[in-house]
């Protein structure tokens, strides 16, 4: 393989992990009116989007000129990536960074048939509209100062990816104690409501005594709602920035659990 071919399919990476990140943060800005950094990493790149386009153009090369093949070959790639990345980035972080189990032909909620047909058609305009200025671009640069800024791109991105994996590993802790203490809030209200409605006509027919027995013990439940809801909202504040970031970057990010020989329950 050529060095140069190397230096370019690089270049192509970047520039189009690049306008990935656009792309997400245009349509994050059409559906919520606002901008959403919507990218796995702090730095303006997908990743995916990067190595999507590289994939289809090395892969698809001999047949680009053939519109249907083109289109079905990008379909095929874009969408076995697409959930090659949802799955280990699942078993790594146990966590579901994106979910189509609500629309129709899907599986496992990595991947869904709407999304693949659109991922084709968007690879037919880089490869046929998009790609051409690229390449002229690429081509205009100056190899020597080409390869410095690549270097700079990726000693960047392996920095932010050192980073980012770093505070999903805090992430991960800080949600599943907020969890923790939400289930036994909830728990705590439940007994209350148990307590309330299984006791009521009863106390009142009962000794003055009784009810101040009750009366305590439902003071005491109250008191540690009272703890677990501080420690609760001292976790949420006390998330690193990172995690805070790819909560708004994700906002179905889904918690989820793999233990070896047994089941995870919720």
Known sequence: METNYIYLMAWFFFIYAFLGWCTEVVYAALVHGKFVNRGFLNGPVCPIYGFGVVIVLCALEPIRDNFVLLYLGSVVLTTTLEFITGFVLDKLFHKHWWDYSKEHFNIKGYICLK?????????????????????????????????????????????????????????????????????????LSDSIGTEISGKTLQIAEKHESAKVGRDKKLEEIR????????KYDELHTGMPNTAKRIQKAFPQLKLTEHRIGKKAKE
């Open 115 to 187: 999304f693949s047909l659109i991922w084709g058609f968007a690879c037919l305009i880089v490869v046929d509209i998009i790609h051409p200025v690229m390449h002229e671009f690429v081509k205009l640069l100056p190899d020597k100062i080409g390869a410095v800024i690549l270097i700079v791109f990726t000693f960047a991105i392996i920095s932010d990816m050192a980073v980012t994996v770093l505070g999903i590993s805090k992430t991960n802790k800080h949600l599943k104690l907020m969890r923790a203490t939400a289930k036994e809030l909830r728990e």
């Open 223 to 230: 008191g540690r709602i009272s703890e677990l809801q501080k």
